[in-house]
């Protein structure tokens, strides 16, 4: 199936994502929730089990560390991080452990992830396992696939459609795989989910998001708490609301003509470079290149005309709020 053909089945049914290369962490112990909840920039201690939440661990200059998710069950919490993230992940969190009753351990090796994702992506999940998480997001329960035990989570829209992930164990990764090829429901490859996930306006962590972004800069009303007490670089989350405004924001931009830039592509007005290009894509929904990019306060607003340069080229593109529209 073509790229194209992909994004469509995802836009107009259901397709699944295969997200094995996520990391899994599992926290355990009588404290975990208290210990999470003081660490991230997003509510953990007040849900309950079945219910999650997307955060962030911040540096205490509220630059973002790393984007996670947040699933509370009954007898510990999982918490899942990008590629190549998990240890990483786990260090730090055990680098804030004291005398807190947790234990933090890497299953990555033993979970397989996968993401319905469509506007029948609930109506698949009833199809194959006779239930479906709750709408929202990142809420979760455990069901069935046949006899393989799965977990089922209200996705946060990163293709900007309906998501279900699946949890399962490893050792179970293939059956899941050969149900939803029984049921007609195809892999999407990356290509498709470039256009999926740009047009939805979704940062992708190590490649829009990295250590030197603070959470102030990018879409993150999903990953913060306003209400919730103190965690590492609140301060600094709080003087930007309450005082300021960050210099640069994360906003799209819509390019003429058919040329799509790598990722470091300068943004230009007048000559002057006022951002740059994290991610590019021909999007398949609006037929032409379109860009997430940091982009300077005063051009920040939609409509903006500026220029794009790469490669000895020029490029004149506007500036689009996030997601796209389509």
């Not at 301060?235 to 470091?264: K, S």
Request: net charge negative; hydrophobic share 45%; glycine share 10%.
């Amino acid at each position: 199936m073509a790229p194209s053909e992909e994004y469509a089945v995802v836009r107009r049914r259901v397709g699944f994502l295969d997200r094995g290369d996520f990391g899994v962490l599992e926290l355990t112990g009588r404290d975990r929730a208290s210990f999470l909840h003081a660490l991230l920039s997003n509510e953990v201690k007040a849900l309950g089990p079945g219910q999650g939440c997307a955060a962030t661990l911040l540096d205490i200059h509220g630059k973002v560390q790393v984007v996670l998710f947040v699933w509370v069950a009954d007898d510990r919490i999982f918490v899942v991080t990008p590629p190549a993230m998990a240890a990483k992940t786990a260090e730090a969190l055990d680098h804030y452990l004291f005398s807190e009753k947790v234990a933090i351990e890497d299953v990555s090796r033993e979970k397989a992830l996968f993401v319905l994702a469509g506007p029948q992506a609930r109506e698949t999940s009833d199809r194959l396992m006779g239930a479906h998480p709750p709408e929202s997001p990142w809420s979760h329960l455990v069901a069935r696939l046949g006899e393989t035990p799965v977990r089922l989570v209200s996705g946060g829209g990163e293709t900007g459609e309906a998501e279900v992930w699946i949890m399962c164990a490893l050792t179970d990764a293939a059956k899941v795989r050969d149900a939803l090829a029984g049921a007609d429901v195809p892999a999407i490859g990356p290509e498709a989910f470039e256009s999926l996930r740009i047009e939805a306006g979704t940062p992708l962590f190590g490649h829009d998001v990295d250590e030197s972004v603070l959470l102030s800069e990018i879409p993150f009303e999903n990953l913060l708490s306003h209400t919730k007490g103190c965690y590492p670089g609140q301060e600094v989350v709080v003087r930007i609301r309450d005082r300021g405004h960050v210099n640069r924001m994360l906003r799209g931009l819509v390019l003429d003509g058919d040329q799509v830039p790598p990722q470091g592509a300068e943004v230009v007005v007048d000559d002057a470079t006022i951002g740059k290009v994290t991610s590019a894509v021909r999007s398949f929904g609006l037929a032409r290149p379109i860009a997430l990019a940091f982009v300077r306060r005063q051009h920040a607003e939609p409509g903006t005309r500026v220029t794009v340069r790469f490669g000895g080229t020029t490029v004149a593109a506007t500036v689009s709020a996030l997601p796209f529209a389509r």
